[in-house]
């Protein structure tokens, strides 16, 4: 059985980075470093007081520490690792760019004011979630020991079951929202025949390889304008196989 050490060292880097973050970041708060207050998403400070740290720091505060904060963690260490090791496994930049990418449009969706929250490290996780349970929508999950469903309805589930513990609904539907948005732009409008408009770009990928952060993609003899084959009655897109109507 591996130390906590090994395990901490085993951890795929984008979600060790991100984990860590959202450790340090309550951890701190807990020492009296700061207030949340002065790191939550209040736009008119970005834009009037010029607190352009807002828009960053707000995506790493998970909360005080208590049983929801740890639920959010160890969604982060199950869900991101199994992301990272399984369909972004060799792609780095491609999983650094879905974070990007997500905390942008949190971003974007929290400027709307009915679905404004004051932090969104939340709804990120719940993003990471839902991209999950798309990825491996069959897998058989068991929750609190009481009810047994497919990885596909894990994210309505868990808001559901938020809602009845009393916890915002905002923030779990953010990250639903953001999660299908990417997972639309770069799995189903591509597989339904539609173009890739959400590549990640080049500068993501110089950093990840100035860096040297996680591992290199292998290079593919598929055209690279052309991410998916036929496979018998499905297609193969990003190395899984998905089956085609029918």
């Known amino acids: ?20 973050v959202c450790l340090l970041a309550t951890a701190t708060y807990h020492l009296g470093l700061y207030h949340p207050i002065h790191i939550a ?14 828009l960053f720091t707000n995506l790493f505060f998970l909360g005080p520490f208590s049983i929801n904060f740890g ?8 869900y991101g690792v199994q992301l990272e090791k399984g369909p972004f496994e060799r792609r780095t930049a491609d999983f650094l760019w879905m974070m990007i990418f997500g905390s942008f449009a949190l971003l974007v969706l929290s400027a709307i004011p009915f679905l404004w929250s004051p932090f969104l490290a939340v709804p990120l996780v719940f993003m990471l979630l839902y991209i999950w349970s798309r990825e491996f929508p069959n897998a058989q999950i068991n929750i609190y020991g009481l009810v047994a469903l497919k990885a596909f309805y894990l994210p ?15 923030p779990d539907l953010l990250g639903i929202i953001a999660g299908h948005l990417y997972y639309f732009l770069t799995v189903l409008h591509p597989l339904a025949g539609g173009k ?3 590549k990640t770009p080049m500068w993501v990928r110089k950093l990840v390889g100035r860096w040297r952060i996680g591992m290199q993609p292998i290079n593919r003899a598929q055209p690279a304008n052309n991410p998916q084959q036929e496979s018998g009655s499905g ?6 196989s998905y089956r085609l109507g029918g």
């Open 156 to 170: 309505w589930a868990m808001l559901a079951l938020d809602v009845i513990f009393g916890s915002p609904l905002i």
């Open 71 to 78: 639920i959010r963690l160890l969604m982060i260490v199950r």
């Open 41 to 54: 998403l209040l736009y008119e400070r970005v834009f009037y007081g010029f607190q352009v740290w807002r």
């Open 235 to 240: 297609v193969v897109f990003r190395g899984r």
């Open 1 to 20: 059985m591996s130390s906590p050490a090994e395990f901490y060292h085993s951890l795929p880097p984008i979600t060790k980075a991100y984990g860590t």
């Open 196 to 198: 890739n408009i959400l």
